[in-house]
């Protein structure tokens, strides 16, 4: 019978100490994901940054590109043809985007 009790004492060592081998684990998992969350938020923020800044330069580019063009043919043309010809671009790049995605059922 004592030994009984001692080995259920051990089972239940065991127990405890796998119990806190997993949550030792869980956490040791939870920080190497908090890490990474971290390294790839600022990343993102930085690429956020970038996107807006080069939106703004676009912007400007095409403003530029309509009073260049509104002493050749007059601003309303201008802007008429720089919007549709960047229109036409958009499009064509979005199809270009669409083509390349697989139907949503196929399986590769």
């Not at 405890?16 to 971290?38: C, F, M, S």
Request: net charge neutral; aromatic share 2%; charged share 15%.
């Amino acid at each position: 019978m004592v030994q009984d009790e001692g080995i259920a004492e051990l089972v239940s060592q065991l127990v405890d100490d796998a119990r806190g081998l997993a949550g030792a684990e869980i956490a040791l998992v939870k920080a190497r994901v908090g890490e990474r969350v971290a390294a790839y938020r600022s990343a993102v923020i930085l690429f956020v940054i970038a996107g807006v800044l080069a939106l703004a330069a676009l912007v400007a580019l095409l403003v530029g590109l309509i009073m260049s063009l509104a002493t050749l043919i007059g601003p309303g043309l201008a802007t008429a043809a720089v919007t549709v010809t960047v229109f036409v671009i958009a499009a064509v790049l979005g199809l270009i985007g669409k083509s390349r995605l697989s139907p949503a059922g196929a399986v590769k």
